[in-house]
């Protein structure tokens, strides 16, 4: 049997911030420090003992966020029937699945912090690592935190003015985006205790949220309670997939909608990173039990969707939750529908600004980034000597710009395209990655261990979502293949600085001063 080991700045360990300041940067896997022992850090304590309920609540809580209760406008709109969206989210559901199966298998076989990086630069070399690094830090981190902002604006503001009032200035939304954006970063540079401390309290909400509309759903359709002209009232009379559409390429658009309310499965490699006995058998159980879970209810979000709200309010709305909240229980409903739903956003933000910040925190030790990105700044709010007082501020600050980028010029729809654009063209590659490994190393220790079906689905369907990508958005396509090239100048660029030598197809250059 074979393992990985370990060398790497992406390596971060249960604590990567409070640890940097005083040692070495990064601890090795086998040696946790003090710090880890004491699980300072709340969302990676890698010497907690995993039981399966922890699991089943962390991969449900990186799972849900915004996206079930902004996504059916847009899954809806390209489906163009409820029966043909059910059906967008039950594939987006599955490839999910596979997508989460084929990543813990990797983060068995590969057990090291920093996700796709390390699987990439193990697998294929550090130049599509790096390349993954560099979208990541541009477009994936700060891409989804825009969007996660933009649905809390929209429900922030829908709090205030409710459901019916129709026409609030985007700016307005985006306003009060950049609010929470700059709220979040303020609590993560002031202290990773703090920021940890928010993302437990803000999880309650997300499951608040999502068991109110699905239980919700449940007692309407017992009741057999459906509202005067809601979607289903219409398509009893017209069937379920009357009005379908049939462009293929409108289907990805939507599979991309849905699969935003799934992302973040991605994150299943973080229970690889728990002492864990029986690995084999608890993965098994944790995944296979965590992702139809999460299918299921988001197919209740949506039948209830559909059982209560007109089609045309359904395709038209980024704030579902508050308009459904309005026709089950009036005012009041809305109101605290839309609080639930901003409280579980918030949470998800402050969790994506979280790691962003450590990923670009990494990618500047690694000197992937301007080595100012690697810096550790000590917060004097909290003194000196506070071990939680340490925080990436640079690297929070590259991502709070980024993210103020996208908030500015995108909205909900485009950036979800975009962001699945990019987010699986890496996706697939990784996956690709898993059965490449099996094939050159068989015998590697896997704890966890997939049918190779699964890799295969996943790369199958997110080819085919890539390739429709082009017909369907090439604009956004083109954007995000430019933002992947530039990163080989930048790779050459940094490696040379890094190392003083560059291999270039078989040239080598070294910096003069370091003969
Ligand atoms: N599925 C989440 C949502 O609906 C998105 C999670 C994004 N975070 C991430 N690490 N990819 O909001």
């Known amino acids: 049997l074979r393992s990985y080991s370990i060398s790497s700045a992406f390596d971060f360990g249960g604590n990567l911030f409070p640890l940097s300041q005083t040692q070495a940067g990064y601890a090795p896997l086998g040696t946790p420090s003090a710090l880890d022992r004491q699980g300072v850090d709340g969302s990676l304590e890698r010497n907690k003992t995993l039981t399966y309920l922890n699991g089943l609540s962390l991969i449900v809580g990186l799972i849900i966020g915004s996206g079930i209760f902004s996504s059916p406008s847009q899954v809806n709109a390209n489906a163009g029937s409820p029966g043909a969206s059910l059906i967008v989210w039950g594939i987006a559901g599955l490839l999910a699945w596979t997508g989460a199966a ?25 130049l599509p690592g790096f390349l993954f690094t560099w979208c990541a830090v541009l477009v994936l981190k700060p891409g989804s935190a825009a969007i996660i902002a933009i649905i809390f604006g929209e429900y922030v503001v829908r709090a205030f003015v409710g459901a019916d009032t129709e026409s609030v200035s985007p700016w307005i939304n985006k306003a009060v985006a950049f609010g929470g954006l700059l709220l979040v970063t303020l609590f993560n540079c002031i202290s990773t205790k703090i920021g940890t401390r928010i993302g437990d309290l803000f999880m309650f909400f997300k499951f608040i949220a999502l068991l109110g509309v699905t239980i919700i759903g449940i007692v309407v359709a017992i009741t057999g309670f459906s509202s005067k002209g809601s979607a289903s009232e219409e398509w009893k009379t017209q069937g379920w997939f009357q009005g379908t559409n049939t462009e293929i390429s409108d289907f990805a658009v939507a599979l991309y909608a849905g699969l935003w309310a799934f992302d973040g499965w991605d994150n299943v490699n973080q229970l690889c990173h728990r002492r864990i006995q029986k ?21 209740l979000a949506n039948v209830s969707y559909f059982l209560v709200l007109p089609h045309d309010v359904i395709e038209s709305s980024n704030t579902i939750a508050v308009q459904f909240g309005a026709k089950v229980f009036g005012r009041v409903g809305a109101l605290i529908l839309a609080l639930v739903v901003s409280a579980s956003c918030f949470g998800s933000l402050n969790a994506t600004t979280f790691t962003s910040g450590r990923l670009v925190y990494a990618a500047g030790k690694e000197g992937y980034l301007p080595s100012i990105f690697g810096r550790i700044v000590s917060s004097r709010f909290l003194g000196d000597d506070s071990r939680f007082g340490f925080t990436p501020i640079y690297a929070m600050a590259l991502n709070a710009s980024m993210t103020t980028i996208y908030i500015i010029v995108g909205e909900f ?13 890496f996706y697939f590659v990784t996956v690709l990655g898993l059965i490449v490994l099996r094939i050159r190393e068989p015998h590697l220790e896997r704890p966890y261990r997939t049918w190779i079906t699964t890799p295969i689905i996943f790369c199958c369907v997110s080819l085919f979502l890539l390739s429709r990508a082009v017909i369907a958005e090439p604009l956004q396509t083109l954007i ?14 940094r490696i040379f600085k890094r190392d003083g030598q560059v291999a270039l197809s078989g040239w080598k250059f070294w910096k003069w001063r370091s003969r």
């Open 413 to 425: 729809g485009t950036l979800v395209t975009f962001y699945g654009v990019a987010g699986y063209t």
């Open 480 to 493: 995000v293949v430019a933002f992947i090239l530039t990163g080989i100048p930048v790779y050459y660029w």
């Open 279 to 299: 690995p084999q058998s608890r993965f098994a159980r944790v995944i296979h039990t965590a992702m139809p879970l999460v299918i299921l209810s988001y197919l």
């Open 102 to 126: 084929s990543y813990a298998e990797l983060g068995g076989a590969i057990p090291l912090n920093g996700g796709a990086q390390v699987y990439l630069s193990k697998i294929f070399g550090e």
